[in-house]
T-cell receptor, first 112, second 115 residues
Framework: SQQGEEDPQALSIQEGENATMNCSYK?????LQWYRQNSGRGLVHLIL?????REKHSGRLRVTLDTSKKSSSLLITASRAADTASYFC????????????FGQGTTLQVKP | NAGVTQTPKFRVLKTGQSMTLLCAQD?????MYWYRQDPGMGLRLIHY???????AKGEVPDGYNVSRLKKQNFLLGLESAAPSQTSVYFC??????????????FGPGTRLTVL
């Protein structure tokens, strides 16, 4: 399978704690993206990090990229119950088609 | 600006029946995609299109056909539904090739059950 690996598969934390999700991949990338999916909804784009970037922030989100280890992490700080969702990393597939290859996702539960 | 819409939202079919799922986007995007999402499998690409009048196979195309007669619409057809096609189907669109336009915008999904 071309899909990346994400861990943990599931994560449960208390509101206010930080949540870290990891994504590993096997081939070289131009960029890597993170998406969120609330239960019963479509995916929503969170952040894109390019291969020449090591860290990127967006509000309470921090994404890091280590191309030497072929891995990325998504950190959500000061989590809220509304952050409860599944989180997916995605990298571009081969060719100029815009295809994305998604990881299997991390399911995050934030308890109030 | 509705973004990406999908119809229907839910559908139940009997084995052997046919149906068409409609995806529409109002962002003037060149590229469109159909995915299926199954528990523990993440999203898998069924078919995609890089422009009006073009279609191509993705990772799991068997049992599905697609058409892109208009830039804003991407149709997914099941000619003879099978229980293995029970899934949630997502349509997505993106601007086109290039790092700045790699972001995909997703519809709300269609939950299909084949009995």
């Amino acid at each position: 399978s071309q899909q990346g690996e994400e861990d943990p598969q599931a994560l449960s934390i208390q509101e206010g704690e930080n949540a870290t999700m990891n994504c590993s991949y096997k081939t070289s990338i131009n960029n890597l993206q993170w998406y969120r999916q609330n239960s019963g909804r479509g995916l929503v784009h969170l952040i894109l990090i390019r291969s020449n970037e090591r860290e990127k922030h967006s509000g309470r989100l921090r994404v890091t990229l280590d191309t030497s280890k072929k891995s990325s992490s998504l950190l959500i700080t000061a989590s809220r119950a509304a952050d409860t969702a599944s989180y997916f990393c995605a990298r571009r597939g081969s060719g100029n088609t815009g295809k994305l290859i998604f990881g299997q996702g991390t399911t995050l539960q934030v308890k109030p | 600006n509705a973004g990406v819409t999908q119809t229907p939202k839910f559908r139940v079919l009997k084995t052997g029946q046919s149906m068409t799922l409609l995806c529409a986007q109002d962002m003037n995007h060149e590229y469109m995609y159909w995915y299926r999402q199954d528990p523990g499998m993440g999203l898998r690409l069924i078919h995609y299109s890089v422009g009006e009048g073009t279609t191509a196979k993705g990772e799991v195309p068997d049992g599905y056909n697609v058409s892109r007669l208009k830039k804003q619409n991407f149709l997914l057809g099941l000619e003879s539904a099978a229980p293995s096609q029970t899934s949630v189907y997502f349509c997505a669109s993106s601007g086109g090739y290039g790092s700045s336009t790699d972001t995909q915008y997703f519809g709300p999904g269609t939950r299909l059950t084949v009995l």
